[in-house]
């Protein structure tokens, strides 16, 4: 989603803002844009598509220098990515420029009323309200002005504001998109995520929901919607800048597979404990629910099967943006499991607030410290797996399955639905996951490679799965159309009669997860049934097993484990065969079209 940098300092502001959106490119984008305040004037220079198409504009323009501006990057929401509609955005004078994230839901309404009193709107979006109502209200207090804007503003959104009247300030508020005010020495950033402004300062203050400010060279202050001042907290970030880089891998995505041994094995020996108030609460729980999108939603899938098999309590599962609108039954006897990797996502949010006003207890499972899931729960398990850039979630979906893990665990330990014995040889399985991860990444990365080579030219993919690898096969599937946009299904392989085998014949590729399990048998006829058809078949499989490979030649081998833990193993290699089939392809890995890291409007 779009990604916001503001800068005031004694530096040559330009190249910390190109800097600082290069680092934001993560989180997708379809145009880019700047506004400098050079000697009273706002001068803004944008552009479609990437930063580097950005950068060419620059360099032809004359060289000027200017300690203070706003920079941004695009994910369209309100009108096509056009050069018109990036940001910044500006009033009819060009007084005052604005650059925002998120939607303003009542901007037509906002737009038509400027339009009678004789505002000018040159974009479709609705970010230009925003500076036009700060033009109309602007009567000689800048902070007040903005106030009265933002005010009048409905949606989610994070916005700063850039006055050529004032250049010693930005002003900023945040209602549902992410902000956060680094904290520098003589100078001072604004952005939508930590790594735009980390090679600068460790400090940040996370700017909260319905809070306002201003940055000044040497001086931050917080405020209310109102207008009254708001105590600041400054946060030191724990990670460096290595963290987000690519550390010599060709893309960001094959780089946070392989970190998925490291982040097992770290998570596994920390465990997960209960206080006494989650305690209570689960003990006094009906049930539990779980809510999350997309690939957080299938670490929930196989949540569910866990929980319920170690602690016999039922799990109800729902895609975050499903939930709210179902009219779920919850109360105050209701726990809810919030997944989420990024911690902003507003299907998310919004599915958990709908919970909270009904007055369940909120657990979530987040990787982004200090993210507004994390804020508004109860209850924060983090996934610790450090920052995840490519928009492809990889190790945060195992670092996720491994809380559930250990969550199921501790609440069948409360519950005492297994004995001792089961928990503590659980313990040592999820203890020891990592070395099998490991050498999946070692042995395996080759072979699947060559798989993919095989591949990559079929138009579309059916994935199956059983039981607690069913959900694997939908993020199996999801992970491949989302980087190679082949078309790709995932199924339940009991259901493939029901429907999906009309799709087999020789020119479709099907991709079956069969490690060893009380349901093998069940896995191997439908293999069978998709031979008979012709169908191109890919196996995952339990090492050892050599008797597959009557089915097919392609079959990729993981190393034994108790079934129930079979979905972690399972993901490496679906991931990898989704990474090198995109990478055969020449597409955008990191940053695959139309898709934001983290996704911020509902
Ligand atoms: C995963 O590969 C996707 N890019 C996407 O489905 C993601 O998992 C989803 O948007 C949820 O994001 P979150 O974990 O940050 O809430």
């Known amino acids: 989603m779009c990604g916001i940098v503001g800068y ?22 379809d145009s880019a844009g700047v506004a400098l305040l050079e000697n009273g004037v706002i001068r803004v220079v944008k552009t479609q598509g990437k930063i580097k198409n950005l950068d060419a504009l620059l360099a032809k323009e004359k060289k000027t220098c200017s300690n203070i501006g706003i920079a941004h990057t695009r994910w369209a929401t309100h009108g096509a990515p056009t050069k018109l509609n990036a ?17 303003i839901e009542n901007f037509s309404s906002l737009k ?97 929901d319905c809070q306002a400010g201003e940055i000044r060279k040497d001086k931050i202050s917080l405020f209310n919607l ?76 196989v949540g569910k099967y866990v929980i319920e098999e170690m602690a016999r309590v039922p799990v109800s599962v729902d895609v975050s943006s499903e939930f709210r609108y179902r009219s779920p039954i919850i109360d105050s006897r209701s726990v809810l499991i919030a997944i989420s990797q990024s911690g902003e996502t507003a299907d998310t949010l919004a599915a958990v607030r709908e919970a909270k006003n009904k007055g369940a207890k909120i657990v979530s499972i987040c990787n982004v410290v200090g993210s507004s899931l994390t804020r508004e729960s109860d209850f924060v398990f983090y996934t610790h797996a450090g920052p995840e850039i490519g928009v492809a979630s990889t190790k945060a979906y195992t670092a996720q399955l491994m809380v559930l893990y250990l969550f199921g665990l501790n609440l069948a330990r409360i519950k005492k639905s297994l004995p001792v014995a089961t928990i503590s040889k659980y313990n040592k399985i999820l203890r020891n996951i990592h070395t099998h991860a490991r050498l999946i990444l070692k042995n395996c990365s080759r072979r699947i490679c060559d798989v993919a080579g095989r591949h990559h030219n ?88 050599n008797d597959i490979k009557k089915y097919s030649k392609e079959v990729i081998f993981i190393p034994k484990i108790a079934e129930l833990f079979s979905p972690i193993l399972a993901a490496l290699p679906l991931q990898l065969f989704a990474y090198y089939i995109a990478a055969k392809r020449g597409c955008d890995i990191d940053q695959p079209r139309n898709l934001a890291k983290s996704v911020t409007v509902e």
């Open 8 to 29: 005031i300092g004694k530096k040559d502001s330009l190249p910390v803002l190109l800097e600082g959106l290069r680092r934001l490119e993560y989180r997708g984008y």
């Open 87 to 103: 940001h910044p955005h500006s009033d009819c004078r060009n007084n005052f420029s604005v650059v925002h994230n998120g939607i």
């Open 112 to 208: 038509n009323e400027l339009i009678k009193e004789g505002h000018k709107f040159i974009s479709e979006t609705d970010t230009e309200v925003a500076a036009h109502l700060v033009e109309k209200y602007y009567k000689g207090n800048l902070k007040e002005a903005f106030l009265k804007a933002v005010n009048k503003l409905e949606g989610s959104f994070a916005i700063v504001l850039m006055s050529s009247k004032y250049p010693d300030r930005l002003l900023f508020a945040r209602l549902g998109s992410p902000l956060i005010a680094g904290v520098g020495k003589g100078e001072n950033f604004l952005a939508s995520d930590v790594p735009a402004i980390l090679s600068h300062t460790n400090k940040v203050i996370y700017v909260k």
């Open 226 to 301: 109102k207008g009254k001042t708001q105590p600041l907290k400054v946060e030191k970030i724990l990670w460096d800048l290595e963290s987000a880089q690519k550390s010599g891998y060709p893309h960001f995505m094959l780089k946070e597979i392989h970190e998925q041994p490291s982040v097992l094995k770290h998570l596994a020996a920390a465990g997960i404990k209960f206080d006494k108030k989650l305690t209570g609460a689960l003990k006094n729980a009906r049930q539990v629910s779980i809510v999350a999108c997309g690939t957080a939603y299938h670490a929930g899938m």
């Open 458 to 545: 079929f138009g579309s993919f059916l994935f199956l799965g059983r039981n607690l690898n069913y959900p694997s096969a939908l993020e199996g599937a999801l992970k491949l159309k989302e980087i190679s946009y082949i078309p790709a299904e995932g199924y339940a392989a009991g259901e493939m009669k029901h429907g999906p085998i009309a799709l087999i014949d020789e020119y479709r590729a099907v991709v079956c997860i069969a490690p060893e399990s009380k349901i093998y048998e069940k896995m191997i006829s439908n293999i069978q049934e998709i031979e008979a058809r012709k169908g191109k078949i890919v196996i995952i499989a339990t090492q050892g097993n």
